[in-house]
T-cell receptor, first 115, second 115 residues
Framework: AQSVAQPEDQVNVAEGNPLTVKCTYSVSGNPYLFWYVQYPNRGLQFLLK??????LVKGSYGFEAEFNKSQTSFHLKKPSALVSDSALYFC?????????????FGKGTMLLVSP | NAGVTQTPKFRVLKTGQSMTLLCAQD?????MYWYRQDPGMGLRLIHYSVGEGTTAKGEVPDGYNVSRLKKQNFLLGLESAAPSQTSVYFC??????????????FGPGTRLTVL
């Protein structure tokens, strides 16, 4: 079975400060990992994904995520937060060794960036 | 290129009524999905399809049926709506890329209230 945990329901950060949104995962094999963002009253938008290779993945809107196999983590980061980054962020995982399998999403973390 | 569209955007039903939610994608994607989003629960997969004429159960399939008669459409049906089915429903589609991963693209959602 595969699972994702986002330990923080909400993250608060001041504009211009760095931000981190945490994600840990559990799969039996090797993971495919994703971050999605949801703005109010909108569907989810893809931000970035990790398949293999470099542990630091760069995505849309200046976001990046760091894959850490030993800690089974895939934290989302941005060096300088913007008020417009305020949204709901979802981490998701799929087991790449299980043939076709569906994505499992975390419960989401609300990011609030204050001016 | 409209991406993934969902009809209707909003709906209010009485307990016991039936309805069908329509999802359409114009990206020629093989895979399509229906999720529900509830506060504090993240996204939960209801049903999915890996190709025209195929469907499979997800995490929370009870009370729902689906059909994929055409590649571009994926219908979600509620035969006898219950208040527990009050939720926001999202459709998504994806294709397997050259690395064997798939990135899901989401529709704008349907907000359903069952009284």
């Amino acid at each position: 079975a595969q699972s994702v945990a986002q330990p923080e329901d909400q993250v608060n950060v001041a504009e211009g400060n760095p931000l981190t949104v945490k994600c840990t995962y559990s799969v039996s094999g090797n993971p495919y990992l994703f971050w999605y963002v949801q703005y109010p009253n909108r569907g989810l938008q893809f931000l970035l994904k990790y398949i293999t290779g470099d542990n630091l993945v760069k995505g849309s809107y200046g976001f990046e995520a760091e894959f850490n196999k030993s800690q089974t983590s895939f934290h989302l980061k941005k060096p300088s937060a913007l008020v417009s980054d305020s949204a709901l962020y979802f981490c998701a995982v799929r087991d790449m060794n299980s043939g076709y399998s569906t994505l499992t999403f975390g419960k989401g973390t609300m990011l609030l960036v204050s001016p | 290129n409209a991406g993934v569209t969902q009809t209707p955007k909003f709906r209010v039903l009485k307990t016991g009524q039936s309805m069908t939610l329509l999802c359409a994608q114009d990206m020629n994607h093989e895979y399509m999905y229906w999720y529900r989003q509830d506060p504090g629960m993240g996204l939960r997969l209801i049903h999915y399809s890996v190709g025209e004429g195929t469907t499979a159960k997800g995490e929370v399939p009870d009370g729902y049926n689906v059909s994929r008669l055409k590649k571009q459409n994926f219908l979600l049906g509620l035969e006898s709506a219950a208040p527990s089915q009050t939720s926001v429903y999202f459709c998504a589609s994806s294709y397997a890329d050259s690395q064997g991963t798939d990135t899901q693209y989401f529709g704008p959602g349907t907000r359903l209230t069952v009284l």
